[in-house]
């Protein structure tokens, strides 16, 4: 550490600094002015060199003193704080191993088979035909309910599957699976749920769902889930790095035939590897505020999870009633933030603003939705939706999740200049198929 500058003094005075701590000791004295020897008899010289003698050696002693008590004292300060950072490591490593243990057995590894069509290339016959293949994938899912219903993400059973198992978290397969139902491919809540037909006398735990409104940036979390297709849940952990995200998601080969838009994401720096989707992202009491879905393929230690909230409407309906209708107000969204506003010209930045499509295929208000028939635009700005503000902790997602197709809300809209209030009966959202019908031969 930096010493502290000496005072200045008059002629005769000194200061001498110990830097070794936080706060440096300044021990100050003063040499009293010494007489020309040559002005004194032999004796008194004699006298006064010891007197002085003396007088520096204690002043000496006192400064070696003080500078060993301060380096002693700022030891023992250093020994203490390095003590008490083993015992937060510490501490924090016991935690993630308990948040592992007790969430660990909620969390399931997903086995797919997925049956496609490929034309045959190999020049043989007159005419081309087509042939189908299997191919496996692994994924992670949350087991929500002790009868055996699970969430995972959509793109973990995708179009085409045939077949599903689930391995537990104490290794036992359990192979009569179905799916329940998945959001549509073009739906930005890339979720599905599947069903254990058959537990085999296996007692399931369920997650405990969290708050995803209370997340906070800055929040530490863990990701626990099917890395690299293995059948054993790794754990990882990060803080929570950012909020509102919306990213274009695709396979790993770069292809752009699958990529899908997501919106309303928690950005994360918990290693989210293939494998982890559809596993959750908790926090540190061991409540899933998350479900883990995507990576950036061209950062670091980027990941991003749906926030829970965002599923919370269809949980319920599923496990009410063993199946789910998405609730469908037909936009598609950005989620509001200070640079997003910026970049639009807009006067606020908080709520869902429909922003303009650069492809006429998938326009921002679909054609036949409820919004086309309330009247929503391009450039509207949702704000409010039944009086509850639309921010980075309410998204619009999860607002309408909480709600069943045929519910009427009420939008507060900000369109241009102008503050709008606008009624909407919500629709039901097409699922996507899960299944393939049998090639003919």
């Known amino acids: ?71 002693g004292q700022n030891s023992g300060l250093i020994g203490t704080s390095l003590s008490n950072q083993k015992k937060i490591v510490t501490s924090q490593s016991q935690l993630i191993s308990q948040i592992a243990k007790t969430v660990g057995p909620s969390v399931v ?25 299997q191919e496996q994938a692994a994924g992670t899912g949350i087991i929500i309910s002790s009868e055996g219903l699970i969430i995972t993400n959509r793109h973990v059973v995708p179009s085409g ?36 037909n058959d537990l085999q006398g296996h007692k399931l735990a369920p997650a405990v769902i969290g708050d995803s409104s ?66 959750p992202l908790v926090n540190l009491n061991g409540q899933v505020v998350g479900i883990n879905t995507a990576i950036a393929g061209n950062a670091q230690n980027i990941g991003f999870a749906i926030p829970i909230n965002d599923t919370k409407g269809l949980i319920s309906q599923v496990l009410k009633n063993g199946k789910f209708d998405r609730p469908y107000l037909g936009v598609r969204y950005l989620q509001l933030t200070a640079d997003v506003a910026n970049a639009y010209g807009l006067s606020t930045n908080k709520g869902a603003f429909i922003a303009p499509s650069n492809d006429p295929t998938n326009p921002s208000v679909q054609g036949g939705s409820p919004a086309e028939a309330a009247g929503l635009q391009e450039r509207d700005i949702i704000t409010q939706l039944d009086g509850q503000n639309i921010d980075q902790t309410h998204s619009l997602t999860s607002l309408l999740s909480r709600h069943q197709p045929g519910d009427k809300v009420s939008l507060t809209i900000v369109r241009g200049d102008d503050t709008k209030h606008i009624s909407v009966t919500l629709g039901t959202l097409p699922v996507s198929p899960t299944t393939t019908p049998a090639t003919a031969n």
């Not at 400064?63 to 301060?70: Q, R």
């Not at 045939?162 to 978290?169: D, G, H």
């Open 214 to 279: 209370n997340v906070q940036v800055g929040d530490d979390v863990v990701a626990i889930g099917n890395a690299l297709g293995q059948f054993q849940n790794t754990v990882t952990a990060g803080i929570i790095s950012g909020f509102g995200r919306s990213v274009q998601a695709g396979d790993s080969s770069g292809s752009g035939a699958s990529a899908e838009n997501l919106d309303d994401l928690f950005q994360t720096d918990a290693a989210i590897n293939e494998g982890n989707s559809g596993g």
């Open 109 to 133: 590894s997903i086995n797919v088979s997925i049956t496609s069509s490929q034309s045959d290339q190999s020049g043989f016959g007159l005419f081309g035909f087509v042939q189908p293949t």
């Open 1 to 71: 550490m930096a010493q502290r500058k000496p005072s200045n003094k008059p002629t005769g005075s000194y200061s001498v600094s110990s830097s070794s701590g936080r706060k440096p000791r300044t021990v100050s004295f003063t040499v009293p002015t010494m007489p020309r020897l040559g002005a004194m008899s032999p004796q008194r010289r004699g006298l006064t060199a010891l007197v002085v003698l003396m007088l520096i050696s204690a002043l000496l002693g006192g400064v070696i003193g003080a500078v060993i008590e301060s380096h």
């Open 161 to 196: 599957t045939t077949n599903v198992s689930v391995t537990l978290s104490d290794g036992t397969e359990l192979k009569n699976v179905s799916v329940i139902g998945r959001t549509n491919d073009n739906d930005s809540l890339d979720v599905a749920f599947l069903k254990i």
